[in-house]
Nanobody, 114 residues
Framework: EVHVVESGGGLVQVGGSLRLSCSAS????????ISWFRQAPGKQREGVGC???????VLAAPVKGRFTISRDNAKATAYLQMNDLKPEDSAVYYC????????WGQGTQVFVSA
């Protein structure tokens, strides 16, 4: 059974940084793509980016140049490094197996204060 747990969210000021973690189990992590999504209040969930098994990464336009995705296969964990955070980055962040996951964790809340 696919299981992911997101962590690392919190309150940060504009321009600050956070690193989110996605701990995974129940599937062959080293062969899977891992994606990050986010959902702000009243908005649809949107893709942030996805990292393939070969570390090829795709990022959404609003976060390109500020966010990076990495992975540690030995720990079955993926990371979302977020720099130069803006108020519009405030959302619940989710990770998932594949670039179009069907199973979600509980998410981790990020709030960027102006």
């Amino acid at each position: 059974e696919v299981h992911v747990v997101e962590s690392g969210g919190g309150l940060v000021q504009v321009g600050g940084s956070l690193r989110l973690s996605c701990s995974a189990s129940g599937f062959a992590f080293e062969y899977a793509a891992i994606s990050w999504f986010r959902q702000a209040p009243g908005k649809q969930r949107e893709g942030v980016g996805c990292i393939g098994k070969n570390n090829y990464t795709v990022l959404a336009a609003p976060v390109k140049g500020r966010f990076t995705i990495s992975r540690d296969n030995a720990k079955a964990t993926a990371y979302l490094q977020m720099n130069d955070l803006k108020p519009e980055d405030s959302a619940v962040y989710y990770c998932g197996e594949s670039c179009s996951p069907s199973t979600w964790g509980q998410g981790t809340q990020v709030f960027v204060s102006a």
